[in-house]
């Protein structure tokens, strides 16, 4: 038996599948070539219906050196502010100005070319969307004339068509214009290169032309106010007599006479100080020492001749002495001469003296007078000095004034300079900027690019057709490989079942018009082609992968001698009531005892697809009684496939507990003695009951499937709240696979990837089926 099926693992890998990536885009690969072809016709068409435009372009330098033999060296300017002038120069380019210029030298609002040129449809969609909305918007109020409207209308085209942007680091200015006429597109990019000069020439007339009017009318102010200023100087100065000679005031020169003359006689009476006390402490030391000790200095001047005096007294007084010492010394002190000697150095002495006494007296006159002529200085460098300190604070208010005047002159010597030059720069006739590529008519149209389009078209479509494929691999839910069952349910996976029944349907009314058929009895006829592809195709997958349900029951089943094995889905329409049909006529065939029933007493698909009607069937068998259940069975001659059919009479309320009554239960036991397997057909086991009511009595199941179009979460949701059926499940079959697909969906290496490489061991039921429509029909009788 199957494990009950657990829940699924939230844990998913944390690494990139590459086999499932590349499996998924191999299963997508279709999609993605539709959408990619899908793609590039609508390229194509795009290219079809979208007019040509051609565009036209020049490059325009900016070369301040232009203007080098009219003005002065310029200065170098900074990046940043180069850089902003450049994207200044751009929005110029760009401003309605230049554009109105353009159109009015170009006539372009009248030209009917222009102003309405033919429109891609994308163009077409967008103006259309955006008249729909003007609709519902109030228009606004009409101010112009129609010429202005139409010059607007020439002047937004021209703005929308233009390009203008920065070459690189460079100053360059890379200008292009796009329209549908080659020859329009070359004549409104020169325009533009024209009149952007001409802007520039007018901007720099009409700059210089203003600021000369404003320079003249500035120096005219700076001449009356520098003069103005002049007069008052001049009257500051006579009013507060501030003379100046040489540069300097006068009162000024005159204390700095007065002052090296107060110097001079300070030092005149410091030197007839110092002789009057040098002659004045001689004279005090008496007469007997000042003749002694006296030195007295040879100088030149009005006591000239006194010291001169003086000196040949002394000079006198020492020789007598000395002769009066060497008679002395000769003949005695006593000697006559000696003593005349004696008296004549006694009157020189006193001579000496006098002479000394009146030159102190005389030199105390000179200090008097020398002390009396630097007092007299001294007060007359006071008054000056007072009226020096008048005149300095008179003098701080005249150098105002006078920096003032001056400030004024140098300002209009300035503006004077300025005016001079931008009369001069009013009528240059160069521009700081000049055309280097003129624009010429375009060749070849720059928009559609077809090749670039028909790329990026081709490149959408696969990336919309990946797209697509992504989504549909995300909302991917259903069963297409082992590995889906294995992962979701935990169930072992018994096969595919592929695709059946249109081939048998076409053959089956090829030969529906057998006479052995058509003469049969309203008793006995063949069981329909569908149900029995395992029994006309024995050599075929479909049949091998019903004896690998057959092996699966046998293994699992193998202690029970009846094998009770109900066939089940969880939707309808999954095919189960052509596997259960064709697994007991598979079994039937191999030689097996084997009971069919219809247990689906709400939907008898199985009964319904006999063609005759039973009598009796399942339903009268359950509520019958025991003995009677033979009576209803139908019987296939070839294979002895037993079938109980139900036969339905009006609604059936309570199928639940018919199907699980005891009526049932008798009826199995009693088929467990004489079959070896016992197939139920019974309802999907979702919303309905009666599979649940009938897995007492089961003993396995077998779940259907339909590939591709079973969910995965449906199948394990149903399975987790039926434990019941979930512990007898011997596994799932797929039914309906699309053989030619399911190699796609599976990863590289795994059996889905080599399962054409067994063909040669199948012959496939188309074939079979033919062959079978050939045979004579099988019959079936009643039991």
């Not at 990046?79 to 401003?95: D, G, H």
């Not at 003249?216 to 007069?231: F, H, P, V, W």
Request: charged share 20%.
């Amino acid at each position: 038996m199957s494990k009950p099926v657990p829940m699924p693992s939230d844990e998913t890998d944390g690494f990139i599948d590459l086999d499932r990536l590349l499996s998924a885009a191999k299963r997508q690969i279709r999609v993605v070539a539709l959408f990619g072809v899908a793609g590039l016709a609508l390229g194509v068409v795009y290219l079809l219906f979208t007019p040509s435009v051609y565009t036209a372009s020049t490059n325009i330098l900016l070369d301040d050196s232009l203007t080098k033999f009219a003005e002065d060296k310029p200065t170098p300017q900074p990046a940043a502010q180069a850089e902003s002038m450049v994207l200044s120069e751009v929005e110029i380019l760009k401003s309605a100005q230049l554009a109105r210029a353009v159109v009015e030298a170009q006539h372009l609002q009248d030209n009917e070319a222009f102003l309405n040129p033919p429109v891609s449809p994308i163009a077409w969609a967008k103006s259309t969307v955006k008249s729909v909305l003007k609709v519902f918007s109030s228009p606004p109020p009409s101010t112009g004339s129609v010429e202005d409207a139409k010059v607007g209308k020439a002047m937004a085209i021209l703005q929308q068509n233009l390009d203008a942007e920065r070459v690189g680091r460079s100053y360059v200015i890379s200008l292009s214009y796009s329209a549908n006429d080659p020859k329009l597109a070359g004549a409104i990019t020169r325009a533009y290169a024209d009149a952007y000069l001409a802007d520039h020439l007018n901007a720099n007339f009409d700059a210089t032309q203003r600021a000369t009017v404003w320079l003249q009318g500035r120096l005219d102010d700076l001449r009356e106010r520098s003069q103005e200023a002049s007069r008052e100087v001049e009257t500051y100065r006579a009013a507060h007599g501030l003379t100046a000679a040489s540069g300097e005031l006068v009162s000024d020169q005159q204390l700095s006479d007065l002052t090296k003359q107060l110097i001079l006689a300070q030092a005149d009476t410091a030197n007839a100080l110092a002789r009057y006390n040098q002659f004045k402490s001689i004279v005090d030391s008496g007469p007997e020492n000042a003749v002694k000790n006296a030195t007295v200095p040879i100088e030149k001047g009005s006591s000239g001749t006194n010291t001169a005096l003086l000196t040949d007294l002394r000079t006198r007084y020492l020789a007598m002495a000395k002769r009066e010492q060497d008679i002395s010394a000769r003949f005695g002190e006593d000697h006559p001469q000696a003593v005349a000697l004696r008296r004549e150095e006694a009157d020189v002495a006193k001579q000496i003296f006098g002479e000394l006494t009146r030159l102190t007296e005389s030199y105390r006159n000179e200090y008097e007078v020398a002390k009396s002529r630097e007092a007299s200085l001294r007060i007359n460098v006071g008054e000056l000095s007072d009226q020096s300190s008048k005149s300095g604070q008179s003098g701080v208010e005249l150098r105002a004034l006078e920096q003032k005047a001056q400030a004024l002159a140098t300002l209009y010597q300035s503006f004077l300079g300025r005016y001079a030059e931008a009369s001069q720069q009013r009528s240059f006739p160069i521009a700081q900027a000049r055309v280097i590529s003129q624009a010429g008519n375009p060749v070849a149209a720059s928009s559609p690019r077809k090749t670039m389009t028909l790329a990026l078209s081709l490149v959408l479509g696969l990336f919309a057709g990946a797209g697509m494929g992504a989504l549909r691999e995300f909302r991917e839910r259903f069963f297409r490989t082992a590995e889906d069952v294995q992962n979701s349910l935990d169930v072992k996976f018994l096969g595919y079942l592929p695709i059946v029944g249109s081939a048998f349907r076409s053959k089956a009314a090829t030969n529906g018009g057998n006479g052995a058929e058509q003469a049969q009895t309203p008793r006995e006829t063949t069981i329909p082609r569908i149900l029995r592809v395992a029994i006309n195709a024995p050599a075929s997958s479909f049949a091998e992968t019903l004896r690998n349900v057959k092996l699966a029951s046998d293994v699992v089943l193998q202690r029970n001698p009846c094998k009770v094995i109900g066939f089940v889905s969880v939707l309808p329409h999954e095919g189960k009531t052509t596997v259960a049909a064709n697994f007991a006529g598979l079994l039937a065939a191999n030689g097996a005892k084997t009971l069919l029933i219809d247990g689906d007493l709400r939907n008898p698909g199985l009964s319904r697809s006999l063609p005759i009607i039973p009598e009796k069937g399942l339903v009268e068998a359950v509520v019958g009684g025991e003995q009677r259940w033979q009576n209803t069975l139908l019987v296939d001659r070839k294979t002895r496939l037993a079938i109980l059919p139900t036969v339905i009479r009006g609604r059936l309320p309570h199928t639940g507990e018919l199907i699980s009554g005891p009526g049932m239960r008798e009826l199995i036991e009693s088929a467990r003695q004489s079959f070896d397997y016992i197939v139920v057909d019974l309802p999907p086991f979702g919303p309905v009951v009666d599979a649940k009511a009938f897995a007492p009595m089961a003993d396995g199941f077998v779940l259907v499937a339909e590939w591709g179009a079973t969910p995965r979460a449906l199948v394990r949701s149903a399975l987790q709240a039926e434990p019941q059926i979930a512990a007898k499940v011997l596994g799932l079959v797929l039914n309906k696979t699309d053989i030619k697909q399911l190699s796609r969906y599976g990863l590289f290496g795994s059996a889905e990837q080599y399962l054409d490489r067994y063909s040669s061991y199948y012959v496939e039921q188309a074939h079979m089926a033919g062959s079978a429509a050939d045979k004579p029909a099988n019959r079936m009788e009643p039991a």
